[in-house]
Protein backbone atom coordinates (compact mmCIF):
# COMPACT_ATOMS: atom_id res chain seq x y z
CA UNK A 1 0.00 0.00 0.00
CA UNK A 2 1.27 3.25 -0.89
CA UNK A 3 1.52 5.68 1.99
CA UNK A 4 2.76 9.72 1.50
CA UNK A 5 3.56 11.03 4.90
CA UNK A 6 4.40 14.74 4.43
CA UNK A 7 5.92 17.10 7.69
CA UNK A 8 7.61 20.22 8.17
CA UNK A 9 4.53 22.61 8.57
CA UNK A 10 4.37 25.32 11.37
CA UNK A 11 3.90 28.93 12.54
CA UNK A 12 6.17 31.07 10.88
CA UNK A 13 6.50 35.47 10.47
CA UNK A 14 6.00 36.14 7.02
CA UNK A 15 9.70 36.77 5.53
CA UNK A 16 10.55 33.90 6.97
CA UNK A 17 11.24 29.88 5.71
CA UNK A 18 9.97 26.43 6.42
CA UNK A 19 11.17 23.35 4.22
CA UNK A 20 8.11 20.74 3.67
CA UNK A 21 9.04 17.15 3.48
CA UNK A 22 7.24 13.96 2.39
CA UNK A 23 8.11 10.38 2.79
CA UNK A 24 6.92 8.17 0.40
CA UNK A 25 6.90 3.83 1.21
CA UNK A 26 5.18 1.01 -0.08
CA UNK A 27 6.43 0.35 -3.44
CA UNK A 28 9.00 1.84 -5.22
CA UNK A 29 8.34 5.38 -6.62
CA UNK A 30 11.16 4.89 -9.47
CA UNK A 31 9.05 6.79 -12.71
CA UNK A 32 6.88 8.64 -11.01
CA UNK A 33 6.46 12.23 -10.54
CA UNK A 34 5.52 14.16 -7.21
CA UNK A 35 3.94 17.43 -6.41
CA UNK A 36 2.98 19.55 -4.06
CA UNK A 37 -0.50 21.04 -3.73
CA UNK A 38 -2.08 23.67 -0.89
CA UNK A 39 -5.54 24.34 0.10
CA UNK A 40 -6.55 27.28 1.83
CA UNK A 41 -9.98 27.18 3.84
CA UNK A 42 -12.48 27.93 1.82
CA UNK A 43 -10.44 27.44 -1.54
CA UNK A 44 -9.58 24.96 -3.56
CA UNK A 45 -6.84 22.51 -3.42
CA UNK A 46 -4.24 24.80 -5.66
CA UNK A 47 -0.77 23.28 -7.79
CA UNK A 48 2.44 24.45 -6.23
CA UNK A 49 5.10 22.36 -7.33
CA UNK A 50 5.97 19.14 -9.47
CA UNK A 51 9.37 17.10 -9.85
CA UNK A 52 10.10 13.71 -11.95
CA UNK A 53 11.50 10.66 -9.37
CA UNK A 54 14.69 11.33 -11.09
CA UNK A 55 14.88 15.26 -9.95
CA UNK A 56 14.38 16.86 -13.68
CA UNK A 57 11.93 18.64 -14.59
CA UNK A 58 10.68 20.84 -11.93
CA UNK A 59 8.54 23.29 -12.38
CA UNK A 60 6.19 25.89 -10.20
CA UNK A 61 2.83 27.73 -9.92
CA UNK A 62 3.49 31.24 -10.64
CA UNK A 63 2.22 32.58 -6.82
CA UNK A 64 5.79 30.68 -5.72
CA UNK A 65 7.94 30.81 -8.54
CA UNK A 66 11.30 31.93 -7.26
CA UNK A 67 10.21 31.83 -3.72
CA UNK A 68 10.11 27.57 -3.38
CA UNK A 69 12.26 25.02 -4.56
CA UNK A 70 11.33 21.35 -5.22
CA UNK A 71 14.04 18.45 -4.66
CA UNK A 72 14.14 15.09 -3.73
CA UNK A 73 16.23 12.34 -2.06
CA UNK A 74 15.39 9.26 -4.11
CA UNK A 75 17.72 7.12 -2.27
CA UNK A 76 15.46 8.00 1.38
CA UNK A 77 12.24 8.54 -1.02
CA UNK A 78 11.81 11.69 0.10
CA UNK A 79 10.69 15.30 -1.62
CA UNK A 80 10.92 18.26 -0.22
CA UNK A 81 9.69 21.98 -0.66
CA UNK A 82 11.66 24.73 0.62
CA UNK A 83 9.74 27.56 1.04
CA UNK A 84 11.26 31.07 1.40
CA UNK A 85 10.05 34.40 1.72
CA UNK A 86 6.50 33.07 3.08
CA UNK A 87 3.77 35.50 2.95
CA UNK A 88 0.47 35.50 4.40
CA UNK A 89 -1.12 34.16 1.37
CA UNK A 90 1.01 31.02 1.93
CA UNK A 91 -1.28 29.66 4.75
CA UNK A 92 -2.40 26.50 3.38
CA UNK A 93 -2.87 23.03 4.57
CA UNK A 94 0.22 21.25 2.27
CA UNK A 95 -0.52 18.11 0.56
CA UNK A 96 2.19 15.93 -1.51
CA UNK A 97 0.71 13.63 -4.15
CA UNK A 98 2.34 10.77 -6.65
CA UNK A 99 1.59 10.76 -10.16
CA UNK A 100 2.16 7.15 -11.00
CA UNK A 101 1.52 7.62 -15.20
CA UNK A 102 4.03 10.67 -15.82
CA UNK A 103 4.16 10.52 -19.53
CA UNK A 104 0.18 10.96 -19.94
CA UNK A 105 -0.71 13.79 -22.14
CA UNK A 106 -2.76 16.64 -20.30
CA UNK A 107 -1.92 18.94 -17.60
CA UNK A 108 -0.19 18.18 -14.84
CA UNK A 109 -0.80 20.92 -12.88
CA UNK A 110 -4.29 18.99 -11.84
CA UNK A 111 -5.40 16.88 -8.71
CA UNK A 112 -7.44 14.68 -10.47
CA UNK A 113 -3.47 13.65 -12.16
CA UNK A 114 -2.40 12.73 -8.95
CA UNK A 115 -3.30 8.70 -7.71
CA UNK A 116 -1.84 8.68 -4.25
CA UNK A 117 -2.15 11.89 -1.65
CA UNK A 118 -0.80 12.45 1.96
CA UNK A 119 -2.83 13.67 5.08
CA UNK A 120 -1.55 17.38 4.61
CA UNK A 121 0.65 19.32 6.87
CA UNK A 122 -0.51 23.09 8.09
CA UNK A 123 1.55 26.03 6.78
CA UNK A 124 0.61 29.52 8.99
CA UNK A 125 2.14 32.92 7.83
CA UNK A 126 1.43 35.51 10.05
CA UNK A 127 1.75 39.32 9.04
Known amino acids: QVQLEESGGGLVQAGGSLRLSCAAS????????MGWFRQAPGKEREFVAR????????YYSDSVKGRFTISRDSGKNTIYLQMNSLEPGDTAVYYC????????????????????WGQGTQVTVSS
Open 26 to 33: GRTFSGFA
Open 97 to 116: AADMAPWRVGDSSLPSRYNY
Open 51 to 58: INWNGDRP
